[in-house]
């Protein structure tokens, strides 16, 4: 029996992609990680204390249905408390939305480039992606994606703002795009930045999401705007009760820890510390933008804790020498086109002083391309 008939595991699996570990741990060394768009500032007190409450109770069993959280999600954004799923993170649910909606010899849409949980999410359920290169400015080039649904097309990955060029969706492009995907498509709308993109000026898709009459999910979580990524909780906004009955039935059913859920309820509860996250992230966001154009860079216009920038010269050499020489993790954008292109998470005042300390030299010290 040679490899492709071996039934287990399934054949197509050998061409998953190897997944992209970035690392999270240094021991001793001191380190500015700006390669995660982590929030460089702590979570709100609330969520110190209500996590510590919580770990009284660790031999007990989450709340699997994750009651007070969901009402607490559904007041904050007028939303069915039915209606809501949380996980692990919002990498869950991507590979959640592909098992509810892919198959060997179907076919997924994602913008290119794009997150590394979409390919992976598709090639898990032996589904083709098909990737769309982004428009000039970063943004999801709506009309070539639209032209590149088929037949075989059930999922679509939509994100605004875009990971990893930063680019906000206005609301013209976003009510296109889930009017005219067909219904025999599931939308993703995967708002992992948008509280940020909000704070940006972007707009609400809730109008948008209403025009729609085939199957949406939208995707959102802790990690970014409240300070949690520690934690992993992400959380699904449904289209429909189908939809929330299909997630629940794939789900994993203890899926998310009461430390998380604790953490989380108390995040939402303090206003004025996320507040605080996003006016800083704007602030710095824009003293780095301005940097970097100063040192000659093209910046992608963006509304999320990271920039893309344009080096003009080979990406991987300089993160590597911000890495090495500066303790300063960065992150290149592995995708054609894209070799130049750093992305740089935003953080805090002193963050955006070591970088637009050392890369300038850097850039100065390297033949351009």
Request: charged content about 20%.
């Amino acid at each position: 029996m040679n490899d492709s008939e071996k039934p287990v595991p399934k054949p197509y699996l050998s061409s998953l992609p190897k997944p992209r570990i970035p690392p999270t741990e240094f021991g001793d060394r001191q380190v500015r990680r700006l390669h995660l768009n982590e929030c460089p500032y702590p979570p709100s007190p609330r969520v110190k204390q209500a996590v510590a409450e919580a770990a009284d109770r660790l031999n007990l069993y989450p709340d699997g249905a994750w009651t007070e959280l969901s009402a607490a999600i559904a007041d904050h954004w007028n939303w069915p408390a039915d209606r809501i799923v949380c996980t692990n993170g919002s990498d869950e649910l991507l590979m959640l939305s592909a098992q509810l909606s892919l198959s060997p010899g179907t076919e997924a849409i994602a913008p290119g480039p794009c997150f590394p949980g979409y390919p992976r999410a598709a090639a898990a359920q032996g589904a083709k992606l098909v990737q769309i290169p982004v428009r000039e400015d970063g943004g999801i080039d709506v009309r070539a994606t639209l032209d590149a649904v088929t037949e075989k097309t059930r999922l679509v990955f939509i994100t605004t703002p875009m990971n990893p060029t930063g680019t906000l969706m206005n609301a013209e492009e976003i009510g296109t795009l889930l009017r005219e995907i067909p219904d025999h498509a599931l939308a993703v709308l995967d708002e992992a930045y948008y509280e940020l993109g909000r704070h940006a000026g972007g707009p609400d898709h809730a109008a948008a999401l209403a025009q729609r009459s085939g199957p949406w999910i939208v995707l959102r979580t802790f990690s970014k705007a409240y300070g949690l990524a520690g934690l992993r909780l992400g959380y699904a906004l449904c289209g429909s009760d189908d939809i929330k009955r299909s997630l629940d039935n794939l789900r994993i059913t203890l899926n998310v820890s009461r430390l998380s859920q604790a953490g989380a309820l108390a995040a939402l509860s303090d206003a004025d510390h996320t507040a605080m996250i996003l006016n800083k992230t704007a602030d710095e966001r824009a003293r780095l933008t301005a940097g970097l154009e100063a040192a000659g860079c093209t910046v992608m216009p963006s509304a999320t804790n990271f920039i893309a920038a344009n080096l003009s010269r080979p990406a991987a050499d300089i993160v590597r020498a911000l890495r090495d020489d500066a303790n300063i993790l960065t992150q290149a954008i592995p995708y054609p086109g894209f070799e130049h292109w750093i992305r740089i998470s935003i953080g805090n005042a002193e963050d955006t002083a070591a970088v637009l300390d050392r890369l300038p030299a850097l850039l100065s010290a390297t033949d351009r391309v």
